[in-house]
T-cell receptor, first 112, second 117 residues
Framework: KQEVTQIPAALSVPEGENLVLNCSFTDSAIYNLQWFRQDPGKGLTSLLLIQSSQREQTSGRLNASLDKSSGRSTLYIAASQPGDSATYLCAVGQGGSEKLVFGKGMKLTVNP | NAGVTQTPKFQVLKTGQSMTLQCAQDMNHEYMSWYRQDPGMGLRLIHYSVGAGITDQGEVPNGYNVSRSTTEDFPLRLLSAAPSQTSVYFC????????????????FGSGTQLSVL
């Protein structure tokens, strides 16, 4: 059974730092990995989707990488801002499946 | 463009009552799903549908029913509410794509916060 882990569960940093958020998964037979953002009281917003054939995806200040063989993905946030404060979740999609397996998320606080 | 719309945003029920959570999407997505989110448990899949007339169970389907009569709508019915069903419920949708909906970007509604007393 696929398990997705995000450590640490929470992170508090000063504004301007470059951040690395971690996601690990137990079964490397995945088709993709998605990173989501969730603001308090809101739904999830998909930030980046990396297909298994890709090594990374970039969107603005966000860069996500994928290493299937080691069962890891990282979300890099450059020059963090208070507006980046949110919970970040990763989820893996597996071939032939209609289901995503989610991590429990990491709550990020960026202090001004 | 409305995306995925969920109603109501908040609901309080008494044990044993029934109700329906509504979900509608205007993106012509084939795939729709329901999740519940609980502290310390993360997001868990309740039911999903890959098209009108087709539904299947997820990880935690007990106590919930779904139907998919149209592409746009995917209501979730609580048959007899229990305190264990107190949670935040999210509806999500995506295209099915060539390799299945789990390989497509997933769009979420803003959630329904349900309390069962």
């Amino acid at each position: 059974k696929q398990e997705v882990t995000q450590i640490p569960a929470a992170l508090s940093v000063p504004e301007g730092e470059n951040l690395v958020l971690n996601c690990s998964f137990t079964d490397s037979a995945i088709y993709n990995l998605q990173w989501f953002r969730q603001d308090p009281g809101k739904g999830l917003t998909s930030l980046l989707l990396i297909q298994s054939s890709q090594r990374e995806q970039t969107s603005g200040r966000l860069n996500a990488s994928l290493d299937k063989s080691s069962g890891r993905s990282t979300l890099y946030i450059a020059a963090s801002q208070p507006g980046d404060s949110a919970t970040y979740l990763c989820a893996v999609g597996q071939g032939g499946s209609e289901k995503l397996v989610f991590g429990k998320g990491m709550k990020l606080t960026v202090n001004p | 463009n409305a995306g995925v719309t969920q109603t109501p945003k908040f609901q309080v029920l008494k044990t044993g009552q029934s109700m329906t959570l509504q979900c509608a999407q205007d993106m012509n997505h084939e795939y729709m799903s329901w999740y519940r989110q609980d502290p310390g448990m993360g997001l868990r899949l309740i039911h999903y549908s890959v098209g009108a007339g087709i539904t299947d169970q997820g990880e935690v389907p007990n106590g919930y029913n779904v139907s998919r009569s149209t592409t746009e709508d995917f209501p979730l019915r609580l048959l007899s509410a229990a305190p264990s069903q107190t949670s935040v419920y999210f509806c999500a949708s995506s295209y099915s794509g060539d390799r299945g909906p789990a390989n497509e970007k997933l769009f979420f509604g803003s959630g329904t916060q349900l309390s069962v007393l």
